[in-house]
């Protein structure tokens, strides 16, 4: 059973710094990206950060500059790191990742459960 457990949410006060933590368990052959995305209520789901195998990185314009997304390889572990926090954060963050099982070879999209992040005024 692949999943994927987050974990690092919480409140915090505006211009605060929270760092999340994604860790990909089960039988899993390789990883490629990794991702961060939240939903904020009544809002669709948006892509905040991205990171491939090899570590190029994309952002949404409105977190560059304040959040850094990294991973660990060997921890099949993915990191968001989130500093200058605004109220406009506030959402629940879903980590993501592209995984092969060792029965395939086929890349597939996995979610993880969901962390939320409140940002208070």
């Known amino acids: 059973q692949v999943q994927l457990v987050e974990s690092g949410g919480g409140l915090v006060q505006a211009g605060g710094s929270l760092r999340l933590s994604c860790a990909a368990s089960?039988?899993?052959?390789?990883?490629?990206?990794m991702g961060w995305h939240r939903q904020a209520p009544g809002k669709r789901r948006e892509l905040v950060a991205a990171i491939t195998r090899g570590g190029s990185t994309n952002y949404a314009g409105s977190v560059k500059g304040r959040f850094t997304i990294s991973r660990d390889n060997a921890k099949n572990t993915v990191y968001l790191q989130m500093n200058s926090l605004s109220p406009e954060d506030t959402a629940v963050y879903y980590c993501?990742?592209?995984?092969?099982?060792?029965?395939?070879?086929?890349?597939?999209?996995?979610w993880g459960q969901g962390t939320q992040v409140t940002v208070s005024s």
């Open positions: 993501n990742a592209d995984m092969r099982p060792p029965y395939s070879d086929t890349y597939f999209p996995y």
């Open positions: 089960g039988s899993i052959f390789s990883i490629n990206t």
